[in-house]
Nanobody
Framework: QLQLVESGGGLVQPGGSLRLSCAASGFTLDYYAIGWFRQAPGKEREGVSCISSSGGSTTYADSVKGRFTISRDNAENTVYLQMNSLKPEDTAVYYC?????????????????WGQGTQVTVSS
């Protein structure tokens, strides 16, 4: 079964950091662009960042530019989201999704099936 599993969330104080992981199970990520999304309570799911299959292209939502960094390790079959200078408004469940078309990932196209996500809570 093809599956993406998110992990690394937790409770952190404002200004703190977390690194999220998106690990693939049942397939290799080598040929896929990967996008990170988040959904806060009462809000729509939104795109946060996307990385191309090669890692050579990345995109970020304006709200996280300069604070979040997406990267990938194809040997580990994992994509990471390093989140620094976290703010309370970053609180959300974070999800990842795979795309064969980087363009769709870059514009934050929602997919039909999602994993369980990982909860990020930024609070003092």
């Amino acid at each position: 079964q093809l599956q993406l599993v998110e992990s690394g969330g937790g409770l952190v104080q404002p200004g703190g950091s977390l690194r999220l992981s998106c690990a693939a199970s049942g397939f290799t990520l080598d040929y896929y662009a990967i996008g990170w999304f988040r959904q806060a309570p009462g809000k729509e799911r939104e795109g946060v960042s996307c990385i191309s299959s090669s890692g050579g292209s990345t995109t970020y939502a304006d709200s996280v530019k300069g604070r979040f960094t997406i990267s990938r390790d194809n040997a580990e079959n994992t994509v990471y989201l390093q989140m620094n200078s976290l703010k309370p408004e970053d609180t959300a469940v974070y999800y990842c999704a795979a795309y064969l078309d980087y363009g769709l990932c870059a514009i934050g196209t929602l997919v039909r099936s999602w994993g369980q996500g990982t909860q990020v809570t930024v609070s003092s």
